[in-house]
């Protein structure tokens, strides 16, 4: 049980959160945009993922299109992870490339300064 324990605890998390975002209509605010008026590589992902899991399939991409197009991989990698330490053995992600991994944020800070130049890009409002 121990093994699954940060596994569970960040599950138990994610879920309350977007329990209070689906229920209770709770955000949390960007830390980011609040102090520095930019949008980080993932404002609006919470309302992204609500409105994804209410079945609005347009706006969910609306809210962060590039974290929606990796969202099936985040979705893979976690599932597989789980999978991993049942079975004891090396999570796939950590047998990916460091160069990889590095190529992801290289796209993350891009797409960074790529949606507070372009105004499509950024998270749209309700």
């Known amino acids: 049980m121990k093994k699954y324990r940060n596994v569970l605890i960040f599950s138990a998390i994610v ?7 689906l229920v209770f209509k709770v955000e949390i ?3 980011i945009h ?9 404002c609006g992902v919470t309302r992204m ?12 991409f609306r809210y962060n299109p590039l974290l929606f197009i990796m969202f099936p991989f985040f979705i893979f990698f ?9 079975k004891e053995r090396k999570p ?3 047998k ?12 993350l800070i891009i797409y960074a300064i790529l949606r507070n130049i372009f105004p499509i890009l950024a998270p749209t409002t309700i």
Do not use: R
Not at 78 to 86: D, G, L, P
Not at 96 to 107: A, G, N, Q, T, V
């Open 92 to 94: 796939l992600y950590l």
């Open 34 to 42: 609040e102090i520095f008026h930019v949008y980080c590589p993932g």
């Open 49 to 60: 993922l609500i409105a994804l899991f209410t079945g609005n399939i347009y706006q969910s």
């Open 15 to 21: 879920i309350v959160y977007f329990i209070l975002g």
């Open 96 to 107: 990916i490339s460091d160069k990889f991994w590095i190529m992801i944020c290289i796209l």
């Open 29 to 31: 605010n960007c830390p």
């Open 78 to 86: 976690f599932i597989e992870n789980i999978i991993s330490i049942k």
